[in-house]
């Protein structure tokens, strides 16, 4: 099933490369984050609500709560960054650019998570880098 909604996480994640490209053409790049963040705020808080999940809000542990802040943060910066390069950029370019986040998040999850790194992923790993590289390239 994972793979189904990764599959779903990339296609809505080329959705919001395109619209995000069009709305941020007139108005300042950080704006453009803040509204996007809000839509995101509503509707995550909308599917918690509706599946009624609040109550286990006051059973999260403060290890979850300090990795999950530190996520929000790292994809707060990530996205004002990334509607930064839109705004100048390409999406073409800009998004396949993004992408390499796929090869650093294979780099420290070897490291850090201390994850298997199969020759496979290695080689994909290797043709992302290459495909990034090559977009650099005007």
Known sequence: MWKYYALL???FAALTAIF?????????SDLATAIR???????????????SHVDEVRDIPRHSWLF???SGAATGL???FYF??????????????DKLSVVI???LSFLFLK?????KVILGAVLITCGSIIMLLK
């Open 9 to 11: 996480s990339a296609f």
């Open 20 to 28: 995000a490209k069009v709305g941020v053409r007139d108005i300042n």
């Open 37 to 51: 963040t809000t839509v995101i705020l509503f509707i995550t808080w909308g599917i918690v609500l509706f599946g």
């Open 68 to 70: 999950l802040v530190l």
């Open 78 to 80: 990530s996205w004002l």
């Open 84 to 97: 930064k390069a839109l705004q100048t950029g390409d999406v073409s370019r800009v998004a396949p650019i």
């Open 105 to 107: 998040t294979i780099c």
């Open 115 to 119: 994850e298997p790194v199969s020759p």
